[in-house]
């Protein structure tokens, strides 16, 4: 499988860490997107004309939408049921909105995008109110993860975003659930980096472990 | 401060009049393509010299008494250059090139890159600030790095120069994986757009043949944009020139160099001094 990938893209690290997490491996073809607009290229736009990163070639399947890439990605970890899906879906659609609000302020406020910076902020903080919502209700129940007892593309397609929200200009320090979950989802075995996403630092083990 | 060189933009990134508004020390400037011309002009319309180097555009508020620094190493033919585009920061331009001076957070900011637990000694080495060029240099540093650049194969001591030709730019020579007698040639050019808040345009001169040019910017832009929260959360958020408020360690020598080299020539934009 190939993605074609960009190292500060959000995006494209949720398909490589749901790899990773998974054990597949993936093909990564760096694009330049920034300086480069290697995205903007007629080659790229033929494979998706959206101009859009990132794209997953698998054969003959050619993804360039994030849920579906996930999904396609996922396996088991996409649910057995038909409820767990859906639930799953929910959160997809979720993350999409937070790319859109705390994606975008990280777009304007460190590369210059274009857009409104204190609407794409109070946009996603009210998207963190809910999201810290619903992992206290699920951490008073003992559960560490968004939708079942395990990690699932919910976690995977909301977390990116959600913790690069510092380089938009948006603080996480009011949100105590969702710093819980963000360290369940760095300790899991596989996990993987991004800038400005570090790694559980090893001189701090979990509690008890 | 106001007479020294400052980047701009990324010079192949300037459009034709009107062009395009930035900020430079607080004050709004315009950039723009004029008759083949890069220009650019303040406020009022007057115009600012210009100057294009290092895949960049250099202006001044002031009036530059000396050309833009000189990088000999940069015109050796079979090198690639490497312009990585431009980060937004929310920290002072000073702390900025210093973070970039600094070694030892290698191991714990970019770990299994450029460092790696244990291997987190700096070891001693030489600081200068050469009268005759003015400028900063510190030489005979040596580290331990995992994967020091993109053409890297595995872990390797590497050997660093570092420069200060200008308060806000830096020039870097490293060990060229490929080609071990030759130094790789990595610069940050900072933009003061406030005291507190900058432009990073990071750029490259290297030796290497087979990384994709994505791949050399993919890399690059990792590297900078791991530094970018710790810029972000230092305080205070302006550069103390003062002793006192902070405390250097060995490792620091090139830092305390460049503040004090700063303060000698009054180069106070986005620092803090004890008076205030």
């Known amino acids: 499988m190939k993605l074609y990938d960009w190292v500060l893209s959000p995006d494209c690290y949720k398909a490589r860490l749901l790899a990773a997490l998974t054990g597949q491996s993936l093909t990564t073809v760096a694009t330049d997107v920034f300086p480069g607009k290697d995205h903007l290229t007629p080659a790229f736009r033929d494979m998706n004309p959206r101009a859009t990163l990132p794209v997953l070639v698998a054969g003959d399947l050619v993804l360039t939408e994030v849920p579906a890439i996930l999904i396609y990605l996922g396996g088991d970890w996409g649910g057995d049921n038909a409820t767990e899906r859906a639930r799953q879906a929910e959160w997809l659609t979720f993350s999409q909105r937070l790319a859109g609000t705390l994606g975008l302020a990280r777009r304007i406020d460190m590369m210059d995008a274009p857009g409104d910076l204190a609407q794409a902020q109070r946009d996603g903080t009210r998207l963190l109110r809910q999201l810290e919502a619903r992992l206290f209700d699920r951490q008073t129940l003992g559960h560490a993860f968004l939708t079942g007892p395990a990690p699932t593309l919910a976690d995977i397609a909301c977390f990116p975003d959600v913790m690069l929200a510092p380089d938009g200009g948006v603080s996480l320090a009011p949100y105590a659930a969702i710093r819980a979950w963000s360290r369940a989802i760095r300790s899991l075995p596989g996990f993987i980096e991004m800038p400005g996403i570090p790694r559980l630092h090893e001189l701090s083990p979990e509690p008890g472990a | ?276």
Not at chain 2, 29 to 54: H, M, N, S
Not at chain 2, 71 to 79: M, Q, S, T
Not at chain 2, 96 to 114: G, K, R, S
Not at chain 2, 224 to 249: S, W, Y
């Open chain 2, 1 to 276: 401060m106001k007479d020294c060189w400052f980047p701009v933009g990324a010079a192949d990134d300037i459009p034709s009049a009107p062009g395009r508004e930035t900020l430079l020390m607080g004050e709004p400037i315009r950039l723009f393509r004029k008759a083949g011309q890069i220009q650019a002009c303040d406020a009022e319309g007057r115009d600012l010299p210009v100057t294009v180097a290092y895949d960049h555009v250099w202006t001044s508020l002031g009036t530059p008494s000396q050309p833009i620094f000189a990088i000999p190493e940069a015109e050796e033919p079979g090198r690639r250059f490497v312009p990585c585009g431009h980060v937004r920061v929310a920290c002072s331009p000073l702390r900025a090139v210093e973070n970039f001076l600094d070694i030892a957070h290698f191991p714990f900011v970019h770990t299994d890159i450029l460092g790696a637990e244990p291997h987190t000694e700096v070891y001693r080495y030489e600081v200068k600030i050469r009268e005759e060029e003015d400028e900063v240099w510190a030489t005979k540093v040596r580290f331990y790095q995992p994967q020091a650049a993109k053409a890297a194969e595995g872990g390797q001591e590497i050997e660093y120069m570092y420069r200060v030709p200008l308060p806000t730019a830096s020039v870097l020579y490293k060990t060229c994986p490929s080609k071990p007698e030759a130094w790789d040639v990595i610069a940050i050019f900072v933009q003061p757009l406030t005291e507190t808040t900058c432009v990073a345009w990071p750029w490259m001169a290297l030796y290497d043949d087979t990384s994709s040019q994505a791949d050399l910017v993919g890399f690059q832009q990792m590297i900078f944009l791991q530094d970018r929260a710790i810029l972000e959360n230092q305080v205070p958020a302006l550069l103390p020139l003062d002793p006192g408020k902070e405390i250097p360690t060995r490792a620091d020598m090139t830092s305390i160099a460049y503040r004090r080299w700063l303060k000698s020539h009054d180069y106070t934009y986005g620092a803090q001094l004890e008076a205030q």
